[in-house]
Nanobody, 124 residues
């Protein structure tokens, strides 16, 4: 059974930092793309940052470039999202997901899996 267990959310003030963690199990971690997505109140889900395995590339949405950093610990099957200089518009439920390949708009391939979300709230 595939599991993606996200944690690390919380309530912070604008300008502060948080680090999200996602522990993966049930699939070969290094064989699948993995990343972070979010859904803000009243908005659709959007991709925040992801790692593609086909070329080892790291990707970020424009609004978080230079503030958020994705990393992974392969030995622990864990992916992290370091979020710095948080803004109120970063407030959302953040989800960890994995799949064959993410092209920036959707998962490509037969498999994609989602974990439960972790709430991030940034006050002004």
């Amino acid at each position: 059974e595939v599991q993606l267990q996200a944690s690390g959310g919380g309530l912070v003030k604008a300008g502060e930092s948080l680090r999200l963690s996602c522990v993966a199990s049930g699939f070969t971690f290094v064989d699948y793309a993995i990343g972070w997505f979010r859904r803000a109140p009243g908005k659709g889900r959007e991709a925040v940052s992801w790692i593609n395995r086909r070329d080892g590339s790291y990707h970020y949405r424009d609004s978080v470039k230079g503030r958020f950093f994705i990393s992974e610990d392969i030995a622990k099957n864990t992916v992290y999202l370091q979020m710095n200089s948080l803004k109120p518009e970063d407030t959302a439920v953040y989800y960890c997901a994995a799949g064959d390949h993410y092209d920036g708009r959707q998962w490509i391939g037969d498999d994609d899996w989602w974990g439960q979300g972790t709430q991030v709230t940034v006050s002004s």
